[in-house]
Protein backbone atom coordinates (compact mmCIF):
# COMPACT_ATOMS: atom_id res chain seq x y z
CA UNK A 1 0.00 0.00 0.00
CA UNK A 2 1.28 3.42 -0.92
CA UNK A 3 0.65 6.16 1.59
CA UNK A 4 3.05 8.86 0.32
CA UNK A 5 2.96 10.61 -2.55
CA UNK A 6 5.67 10.49 -5.56
CA UNK A 7 6.70 14.23 -5.55
CA UNK A 8 5.52 16.99 -2.86
CA UNK A 9 6.51 20.57 -3.28
CA UNK A 10 7.99 21.02 0.09
CA UNK A 11 11.78 20.99 0.76
CA UNK A 12 12.64 17.43 1.57
CA UNK A 13 15.67 15.97 3.65
CA UNK A 14 16.65 12.87 1.22
CA UNK A 15 19.27 11.31 3.64
CA UNK A 16 21.41 12.02 6.39
CA UNK A 17 24.49 10.58 8.26
CA UNK A 18 27.07 11.40 11.15
CA UNK A 19 28.27 15.51 10.48
CA UNK A 20 25.23 15.88 7.17
CA UNK A 21 22.22 15.81 5.79
CA UNK A 22 20.46 15.63 2.18
CA UNK A 23 18.05 18.23 1.18
CA UNK A 24 16.75 17.75 -2.44
CA UNK A 25 19.84 16.75 -3.28
CA UNK A 26 22.36 18.89 -1.79
CA UNK A 27 24.83 17.38 0.99
CA UNK A 28 24.75 20.00 3.98
CA UNK A 29 27.90 19.36 6.66
CA UNK A 30 26.81 22.15 9.18
CA UNK A 31 23.70 23.22 11.12
CA UNK A 32 20.88 24.23 9.73
CA UNK A 33 17.35 25.19 9.69
CA UNK A 34 14.77 24.47 6.96
CA UNK A 35 11.29 25.07 7.25
CA UNK A 36 8.24 23.93 5.30
CA UNK A 37 7.98 27.39 3.76
CA UNK A 38 10.99 27.19 1.84
CA UNK A 39 13.39 28.73 4.41
CA UNK A 40 17.15 26.76 4.64
CA UNK A 41 19.52 29.06 7.10
CA UNK A 42 22.52 28.38 7.86
CA UNK A 43 22.37 27.68 11.92
CA UNK A 44 25.37 29.26 13.26
CA UNK A 45 26.06 26.39 15.95
CA UNK A 46 28.87 23.45 15.79
CA UNK A 47 28.45 21.80 19.33
CA UNK A 48 25.59 20.98 21.60
CA UNK A 49 28.08 22.95 24.46
CA UNK A 50 27.63 26.25 22.29
CA UNK A 51 23.37 26.43 22.32
CA UNK A 52 22.19 29.39 23.93
CA UNK A 53 18.86 31.44 23.96
CA UNK A 54 19.89 33.64 20.75
CA UNK A 55 19.76 30.47 18.73
CA UNK A 56 15.85 29.55 19.86
CA UNK A 57 15.14 32.63 19.37
CA UNK A 58 16.08 32.59 15.74
CA UNK A 59 13.78 29.87 15.62
CA UNK A 60 11.18 31.35 17.19
CA UNK A 61 11.28 34.29 14.05
CA UNK A 62 10.17 31.01 11.71
CA UNK A 63 6.77 31.03 10.58
CA UNK A 64 5.96 27.71 11.58
CA UNK A 65 3.25 25.97 14.10
CA UNK A 66 6.08 23.79 15.64
CA UNK A 67 9.80 23.06 15.25
CA UNK A 68 11.87 20.14 15.72
CA UNK A 69 15.29 20.37 17.30
CA UNK A 70 17.67 17.59 16.08
CA UNK A 71 19.84 17.34 19.05
CA UNK A 72 22.63 15.25 17.58
CA UNK A 73 22.99 11.79 17.57
CA UNK A 74 22.02 11.05 20.68
CA UNK A 75 18.71 13.42 22.60
CA UNK A 76 19.82 16.22 24.59
CA UNK A 77 17.20 18.58 25.92
CA UNK A 78 17.69 22.70 25.75
CA UNK A 79 17.62 24.63 29.00
CA UNK A 80 13.68 25.42 29.36
CA UNK A 81 15.06 29.37 29.93
CA UNK A 82 16.20 29.31 26.14
CA UNK A 83 12.64 28.27 24.92
CA UNK A 84 11.07 31.64 26.32
CA UNK A 85 11.11 33.32 22.72
CA UNK A 86 9.52 30.26 21.47
CA UNK A 87 6.50 30.37 24.01
CA UNK A 88 6.15 33.99 23.79
CA UNK A 89 4.55 33.15 20.29
CA UNK A 90 3.05 29.83 21.19
CA UNK A 91 5.62 27.94 18.78
CA UNK A 92 5.68 24.19 20.17
CA UNK A 93 9.26 22.90 20.31
CA UNK A 94 10.23 18.98 20.12
CA UNK A 95 13.09 17.51 20.61
CA UNK A 96 14.78 14.24 19.43
CA UNK A 97 17.97 12.95 17.98
CA UNK A 98 18.45 14.24 14.59
CA UNK A 99 17.62 11.04 12.66
CA UNK A 100 14.39 10.93 14.04
CA UNK A 101 14.13 15.06 13.30
CA UNK A 102 15.19 14.12 9.51
CA UNK A 103 12.34 11.65 9.40
CA UNK A 104 9.75 13.71 11.46
CA UNK A 105 10.19 17.25 9.35
CA UNK A 106 8.89 14.93 6.01
CA UNK A 107 6.28 13.37 7.62
CA UNK A 108 5.20 16.39 8.91
CA UNK A 109 6.01 18.81 5.83
CA UNK A 110 4.25 16.24 3.77
CA UNK A 111 1.18 16.30 5.34
CA UNK A 112 1.21 20.24 4.78
CA UNK A 113 2.22 21.37 8.07
CA UNK A 114 4.00 24.74 8.94
CA UNK A 115 7.27 22.80 10.26
CA UNK A 116 10.29 23.80 10.48
CA UNK A 117 13.58 21.61 11.96
CA UNK A 118 16.78 22.46 13.30
CA UNK A 119 19.47 20.49 12.84
CA UNK A 120 22.28 20.55 15.16
CA UNK A 121 25.22 18.82 12.68
CA UNK A 122 28.18 17.65 14.55
CA UNK A 123 31.12 17.02 12.67
CA UNK A 124 32.53 13.51 13.80
CA UNK A 125 35.61 12.76 15.67
Known amino acids: MKLQPD ?3 VQSISGYGPGWVGVDGEKITHSVIISSGGARIRW ?30 RVRFPKAAWLQPLMARRVGLETMDTAAACRTYNILAQEGRSVAVALLLEQPA
Open 7 to 9: KSD
Open 44 to 73: PIDAFEHLGEEHFAQLALLEAEVVIFGSGS
